[in-house]
């Protein structure tokens, strides 16, 4: 069984800076991909960014040069360090992670930025 759980959303004012973390449980033998999305009211789940088992990142327009993604293999933990934090950054985060064959979701952090 896998488990995924994120923590360090809140509620912060616009240029501020937070950083999410999602600790991984169980059987964790081979982690092909991990990632963070967002999900806003009304709207569908966006893809921000991912990080491959080697390493490689990708980012969505919408955050690139202001998130970043990286992880803690020996801590089995994927952070997202979010900076200038803007209103529309608003939305509940989720990780995700691939492990074959299985897709697993946490159970989102909410992030609230205000102008």
């Known amino acids: 069984q896998v488990q995924l759980v994120e923590s360090g959303g809140g509620l912060v004012q616009a240029g501020e800076s937070l950083r999410l973390s999602c600790a991984v449980s169980?059987?964790?033998?081979?982690?092909?991909?991990m990632s963070w999305h967002r999900q806003a009211p009304g709207e569908q789940r966006e893809l921000l960014a991912s990080?491959?088992?080697?390493?490689?990142?990708m980012y969505s327009d919408s955050v690139k040069g202001r998130f970043t993604v990286y992880r803690d293999t020996a801590k089995n933990t994927l952070y997202l360090q979010m900076n200038n934090l803007k209103p529309e950054d608003t939305a509940v985060y989720y990780c995700h992670a691939f492990i074959y064959p299985f897709d697993y979701w946490g159970q989102g952090t909410q992030v609230t930025v205000s102008s």
């Open positions: 990080i491959t088992s080697g390493g490689s990142t």
């Open positions: 169980g059987s964790i033998f081979n982690i092909a991909l």
